[in-house]
């Protein structure tokens, strides 16, 4: 719903008031930790929008660039004593301002669009472009957002789990799945794997068509046509008849719950673990880093559930990526709008992995995963990567 101007300030000022300045979401904050800047911190970026929702200072260049620059990964608000709802705060004052000059719209629209990245994908594929894809890039600009997008072209060649299609029963819960855009085409594999385990401990799936929730134009300060997208997740589940939302993705999740405050949207690790006794997997001796991205521990809240499946594998050697660094950097759009800086995250990111000395690398998150992908092309590693659900699935007893 579109707020009158007068009414967004009001919000953001009284959000921003809820702040003491105590500052203990500094040494959460990975900008803070990038620049040691106080504009670049939660605290700063709060008496920045205070000041623009008051009238105290103008959205010049030099002073939006630090809201531009928040990652929206919510470790200030988790660790926050006020209980400041940051993340409210933080769309409200993009709403207010606008999205920046250079946001890549043409790039975005695209990636907002499944039917596009699949063309895209086969035309990929066909053409050879992970043979020649390091020449073109290098050909574009440092700061390219399109030099940055191609960096991540994923050429994943993870085998599809096949759904168990359990015959229905009566009285089993119907559980929504929302595809999303990019998930829908990059983590494909694992939406088949969240059904097949699903399907496994009683649930009944209803998958919705695939497009954006949202998120992206939420978070660039795109409000009217978030608030379109949000529409059309409200008649997609209208049409559903299911009890529960799910994603694979949890960087849906804010944006799913915008749009549906009444209704439960979660991580499908959660209903998983409601039911873990149903579910048994054969070992697989392998050691595993898991990296646990910022959605996932921040709106998800999930990560115990997860540590818990993932322990139910025999011989599995899990290894969690340890935070700090607290963000990889790729934070939705923010890896193709600001690519130096997201690469400086991910470099630290990297560097923790590296010291684990894992065969393979688990993300729940496609944005983080394909971002740290390209860090390890760059770098010459060579983990495999994939979704959690993706290894459950492939492991679960009586599946192909």
């Known amino acids: 719903?579109?707020?009158?101007?007068?009414?967004?300030?009001?919000?953001?000022?009284?959000?921003?008031?809820?702040?003491?300045?105590?500052?203990?979401?500094?040494?959460?904050?990975?900008?803070?930790?990038?620049?040691?800047?106080?504009?670049?911190?939660?605290?700063?970026?709060?008496?920045?929008?205070?000041?623009?929702?008051?009238?105290?200072?103008?959205?010049?260049?030099?002073?939006?660039?630090?809201?531009?620059?928040?990652?929206?990964?919510?470790?200030?608000?988790?660790?926050?004593?006020?209980?400041?709802?940051?993340?409210?705060?933080?769309?409200?004052?993009?709403?207010?301002?606008?999205?920046?000059?250079?946001?890549?719209?043409?790039?975005?629209?695209?990636?907002?669009?499944?039917?596009?990245?699949?063309?895209?994908?086969?035309?990929?594929?066909?053409?050879?472009?992970?043979?020649?894809?390091?020449?073109?890039?290098?050909?574009?600009?440092?700061?390219?957002?399109?030099?940055?997008?191609?960096?991540?072209?994923?050429?994943?060649?993870?085998?599809?789990?096949?759904?168990?299609?359990p015959s229905p029963e009566a009285g089993q819960t119907v559980v929504a799945i929302f595809p999303g855009c990019v998930a829908s085409v990059e983590d494909e594999t694992a939406e088949r794997a969240a059904v097949t385990l699903l399907q496994a401990v009683g649930y009944r799936i209803?998958?919705?068509?695939?497009?954006?929730?949202?998120?992206?134009?939420?978070?660039?300060?795109?409000?009217?046509?978030?608030?379109?997208?949000?529409?059309?997740?409200?008649?997609?589940?209208?049409?559903?008849?299911?009890?529960?939302?799910?994603?694979?993705?949890?960087?849906?999740?804010?944006?799913?719950?915008?749009?549906?405050p009444d209704v439960s949207v979660t991580d499908p690790v959660t209903l998983l673990a409601e039911r873990m006794d149903r579910l048994s997997f054969r070992p697989l001796e392998r050691r595993v880093a898991l990296h646990l991205p910022c959605t996932q521990l921040n709106v998800a809240r999930s990560e115990s559930a997860l540590q818990k499946l993932l322990s139910k594998v025999p011989s599995l050697d899990l290894a969690v990526v340890p935070r700090p660094p607290h963000c990889c950097g790729a934070a939705g759009t923010h890896m193709l709008e600001f690519p130096e800086r997201a690469a400086r995250l991910r470099d630290g990111v990297l560097g923790q992995i590296a010291i684990l000395a894992p065969q393979q690398l688990l993300s729940s998150n496609i944005g983080c995963r394909l971002h740290l992908a390209a860090g390890m092309d760059k770098h010459g590693a060579h983990w495999p990567h994939m979704h959690p659900l993706t290894l459950l699935a492939q492991q679960l007893e009586n599946s192909p």
């Open 206 to 260: 209803h998958r919705l068509p695939a497009f954006c929730c949202g998120a992206m134009d939420l978070h660039g300060g795109e409000m009217e046509m978030a608030d379109r997208l949000a529409e059309r997740v409200r008649d997609s589940w209208r049409n559903a008849g299911a009890a529960q939302l799910v994603t694979v993705t949890p960087g849906c999740l804010g944006a799913l719950r915008r749009a549906l």
């Open 1 to 165: 719903m579109k707020s009158p101007p007068h009414t967004r300030k009001q919000k953001i000022a009284a959000l921003a008031d809820q702040c003491v300045q105590c500052g203990l979401c500094l040494p959460t904050c990975p900008t803070y930790g990038l620049d040691g800047n106080e504009a670049e911190s939660p605290r700063g970026r709060i008496a920045i929008a205070a000041a623009l929702a008051r009238g105290d200072a103008e959205p010049t260049a030099t002073l939006r660039i630090h809201l531009d620059h928040c990652l929206g990964c919510l470790n200030c608000q988790r660790v926050c004593p006020a209980n400041v709802k940051y993340d409210e705060l933080l769309v409200e004052t993009r709403a207010l301002i606008g999205p920046a000059p250079e946001r890549p719209r043409q790039l975005l629209a695209m990636l907002k669009q499944p039917t596009l990245l699949r063309l895209a994908s086969r035309v990929a594929d066909a053409t050879g472009l992970e043979r020649w894809k390091k020449r073109l890039t290098d050909r574009l600009p440092a700061n390219s957002a399109w030099r940055a997008a191609l960096a991540t072209w994923s050429d994943d060649g993870t085998a599809l789990p096949a759904s168990l299609a």
